[in-house]
């Protein structure tokens, strides 16, 4: 499967992803969440011939699957195979409502990731080299001890407040 950014279903879990920061990286999808959801994934994944043989159960869970599996591999700037990272660690449905728990991805990387930006083409914005934006998407990295300058211009280049990268 493609990685999050390639497709409706996967921007539409990453639109979550915000949300469910304020609770401790979980998200409660209600009915109505569920059911776009579901409408998405049939429209993208199973053909109107084959829509029959598919119930409801076995529809859930293969979106439950294609939910878990979201990734992104995040090539570096030396062309190698690069990094995968993984958005949702884990999905749980309880007949009612879907509880999708994401990974904690730091603001600076997760930001590019929802531009659709390399490290490179943010570094280029900057004027800093991709290993200083590498390093400020670190989880270890707290970007309050970082040069004023350094986080204006990563900022700018990720098209947000200095504030949104500091979370």
């Known amino acids: 499967m493609a990685g999050f950014d390639k497709n409706e279903l996967w921007a539409k879990v990453l639109s979550l992803y915000d949300d469910a920061k304020e609770n401790n ?3 409660k999808l209600d009915e109505e969440q569920i059911k776009e959801l579901k409408q998405i994934y049939i429209n ?3 053909s109107i011939e084959n829509i029959g043989h598919y119930d409801d159960a076995a529809i859930m869970k293969k979106m439950m699957t294609a939910i878990a599996s979201i990734y992104r591999i995040d090539k570096d700037d030396r062309g ?5 990272v993984q958005l949702v660690n884990t999905v749980k449905y309880d ?3 879907m509880y999708i728990q994401f ?4 603001p600076v990387k997760m930001r590019r ?3 659709g930006k390399s490290r490179q083409q943010i570094a280029e914005r900057m004027g800093y080299g991709v290993p200083a934006v590498r390093n400020c998407e670190a989880s270890f990295c707290d970007l309050t001890r970082q040069p004023e300058n350094l986080i ?3 900022a700018g280049a990720l098209e947000c407040e200095p504030e949104a990268l500091m979370q």
Request: aromatic letters at 12%; glycine letters at 8%.
């Open 25 to 27: 990286y979980v998200t």
């Open 44 to 46: 993208l994944y199973i």
């Open 80 to 84: 190698n195979s690069g990094e995968l």
């Open 95 to 97: 007949g009612r409502n």
């Open 103 to 106: 990974a904690k991805i730091s």
């Open 113 to 115: 990731f929802q531009l």
């Open 152 to 154: 204006r211009k990563l």
